[in-house]
């Protein structure tokens, strides 16, 4: 649309990956999400990934690796945004150490990426393993 105004959101998002082929994600409002959200301030994007996960999931994380970069489309609320993604692989470290705002939940690829609601999620996904697949 001719004139329409986009928000430039600065993200950082982790593929984190647990026992049985299962990756950790986040349910926000019946929305499905891998760890991680917007950028506040001057935040580096290990910074941001960081801060989501405590806020999250209540939980650090050690970042192993840089996954990729992804823009993706969407709208939220009436807002369109372009979003800027940096997404890790990442493990979390120990047990919860506060609080959570979200369910954390466990699923396999399959049963994730039809819930997914950034398509760029679900690439992330398979990128991670294409990249674990050429380090073995």
């Keep these: 649309m001719a004139g329409a ?3 430039v959101r600065l993200a ?3 593929v984190i990956a647990g026992d049985h082929d299962r990756f ?5 409002s019946g929305r499905l999400f891998l760890v991680g959200g ?3 301030h001057d935040e580096s994007p290990e910074e941001t990934l960081r801060r989501e996960a405590r806020e999250e999931c209540g939980r650090d994380i050690e970042i ?8 993706q489309h969407f709208s939220a ?3 369109d945004y372009k979003m800027h993604a940096t997404i890790f692989a990442a493990t979390f ?3 919860a150490t506060a609080a959570s705002e979200l369910e954390l939940v466990w699923l396999t690829e399959a049963q994730a ?5 950034h398509e760029c999620h679900g690439w992330a996904l398979g990128e991670y393993r294409c990249q674990r697949s050429r380090a073995f």
């Design 5 to 7: 105004r986009c928000c």
């Design 12 to 14: 950082s998002y982790a």
């Design 24 to 28: 950790a994600f986040v349910r926000s």
């Design 38 to 40: 917007g950028r506040e």
């Design 64 to 71: 192993e690796s840089r996954i990729g970069e992804a823009i």
């Design 77 to 79: 609320e009436g807002v």
């Design 93 to 95: 470290i120990g047990d």
């Design 113 to 117: 990426k039809p819930q997914l609601y």
